[in-house]
Structures are given as C-alpha cells and as structure tokens.
C-alpha cells in the first residue's frame, strides 16, 4: 500500500523517508529547485510581454471603466475622483459635520439642522474690501457649537449694485452643503428703508430646495425697536425677532431675542458677537450666533438664519468708510 508523503516541513514518523531531495523544497525567497520552463516554452500569448512571456489581454467584451475613475490604489482596484465639497477638513480647512440620516418631511439639505439648537455664523474677511473700500459679494461659514462647518454662504449680486445701493442692495444668497450642493437660497428684494415709508418695509424669502419657498421673514414697523416676524411658507405668523433699542456693539454682544407670536415668552435669540477693536473699526465682517429649541421645525430654523443675514445686512454692515444702514431703529 503506498502512502502519499506529507508536505515538505510536517512531521514524518519514523521510518519514512522523504521522498523528495532537500533541495527541491527551500521556501519562497531563494527559489531553488522550482522547475525550469522547458526551452521552447514561450509562455501565454497576449498583446503585453512581461518577464515570462507575453501578457494576455481583456477578453473580448470586458467592461472598459468609466471616465469618473482615476488611478490605481492599493490592490489595484481604481481611484475615483471624490469632489472638492466632500473632503472631510472642507475647503477652507475646517471639518464639516456629518451628514444625519434625513428624518421624515425635511427638505434635503436640512437634515442637519435637526441635530443642533446653536449655529454660529462667521463672515470671511476680504482683503481687497478692506484696502480698498470696493465692496466684494459677502462670504460666510456656518458651523455648529463644535466648530464644524455646516454650511457655506455666498452671495451673489453684481458690482454696480452692490457698490451704488450698499447695504440696501437686493440680493441673492446661496448656501452650500458639503457636496457643494446649493441646498437653500435666500432672495432679498429692494425695500425703502425709511421710517416715513412703513408700508414698505425690509423682507426676505428663504427657499428650502432653491425655488421652493419654506418661510419669510418681514420688518415690523416700529418707533423705536428693530422688530421683525417670521412667517411659514403660508405667509402665516410663527414667531417674532425684538432687538435693541440702541445697538451698541461696543465691547458687547447685541441680542436679537426670538419670542412667542405674544411676545411673552423668550426661546432663542440671534446674537451680534463682539469680534474685537481691530477687526470691528475697520471691517464689517461680522460673527454671529443664533441659539433657538432643538424641536423647533426644521423649516423655522432656517428662517431664522435668514432672519440673521437680514439683520447684518441691515444693522451692522459698512461700506467704504462709514456705517451704512439699510434699515433704521423702527
């Protein structure tokens, strides 16, 4: 009866002798003893030689990949080309927040503002706007209260208008999510911003996707507050927005206090943070933070961060070397 050997480096009892010579066997590295390509052995045919013979190509009908793929990555699967947006440290260098799975009825895009009751708003400094006096279209990151970018705003309106209406100028702001996606859009129209004209006061539309209208938020008319409603997508009343007499930002914060529609109760407030003496006297790059309940509808949420570009616009942004104001103290 014959037995087959065991494989080279097992355990051989006694009386069995190895079958095969010791030099047929020395381990991967040194390669000795593996058997010679006979001489006229040309290896497999194909379109691409390689060190032992010719390489064979595709079969016939094998999927080419598509132009969205790069290089080769470890293992030699392809490399596909991820946008700028979806970097995890973002554009600017920051992180951005997670994207929460979308609850139900939420425009898309919103879905992260359903997980936070504090977002802070920080315009970009620009540096032509600060030498110069031309205004540039205004450039904000919108992050939460761990410093994580959750949107980014950009406006955009031309040159002549910006620079011949000042802080009054009509605009049109689009907010970015991390995809680059623009997911809301913010349409200020040209208002008086008289008190002698209170029938034509200062308002804004928020549409959650672009085009679709989620809320407004309208001036209301008053001798001495700033007061301003918030209104669903129905133009009903929800809340109210109550500010200062005076806005003195003079080493303070000024508070924009979010109320009932009676206004006897306070649930949030939009706050004008105080940036420090330098960057206040000689830009109008200004930082914010909006505080608001964590189960307000997501739509109200952003209402009210429409209601902050509003109340930056119209309070605390300059143009060359004066504070313009859009609106006045009604």
């Avoid at 139900?104 to 879905?111: K, R, T």
């Avoid at 997508?233 to 206090?257: H, T």
């Avoid at 206040?280 to 608001?292: K, L, R, V």
Wanted: aromatic letters at 10%; one cysteine or more; hydrophobic letters at 30%.
């Amino acid at each position: 009866m014959q037995t087959e050997a065991p494989h080279p480096g097992t355990y051989l009892p006694a009386g069995y002798g190895p079958r095969y010579p010791p030099a047929a066997y020395q381990g991967p590295s040194e390669r000795n003893g593996y058997p010679i390509p006979q001489p006229d052995y040309q290896g497999p045919q194909g379109p691409y030689p390689g060190p032992q013979g010719p390489y064979p190509g595709p079969h016939a009908g094998y999927p080419v990949p598509p132009g969205g793929y790069g290089s080769v990555g470890p293992g030699g699967f392809p490399v596909q080309n991820q946008p700028a947006y979806n970097h995890p440290a973002g554009p600017g260098g920051t992180p951005w927040m997670p994207a929460p799975p979308p609850p139900m009825n939420c425009p898309p895009g919103l879905e992260y503002l359903t997980q936070i009751d504090q977002i802070l708003v920080h315009q970009q400094i620009e540096l032509l706007e600060v030498l110069t006096g031309f205004e540039t279209n205004n450039k904000y990151e919108i992050k939460n209260s761990l410093g994580q970018r959750v949107y980014f705003a950009v406006e955009d309106t031309d040159c002549c208008t910006r620079n011949c209406c000042g802080a009054a100028r009509p605009f049109t702001l689009r907010i970015l999510d991390n995809l680059g996606r623009e997911v809301m859009t913010l349409e200020r129209p040209l208002r008086c911003s008289s008190c002698c004209f209170p029938c034509c006061l200062q308002e804004i539309e928020i549409q959650a996707p672009p085009g679709v209208p989620v809320g407004y938020v309208t001036q209301t008319w008053h001798p001495c507050l700033p007061k301003f409603t918030l209104q669903n997508e129905k133009k009903e009343d929800v809340l109210k927005v109550v500010g200062p007499c005076v806005a003195c930002s003079c080493c303070s914060d000024i508070d924009f206090e979010l109320k009932s529609l009676d206004e006897e109760s306070v649930v949030g407030k939009i706050s004008k943070q105080w940036s420090g003496l330098v960057r206040e006297a000689f830009t109008d790059a200004d930082n914010f933070g909006i505080q608001f309940p964590l189960d307000l509808d997501v739509k109200m949420k952003a209402v009210m961060l429409g209601a902050c570009f509003l109340i930056d616009f119209m309070f605390f942004e300059k143009t060359g070397n004066e504070d313009q104001r859009a609106g006045v103290w009604q």
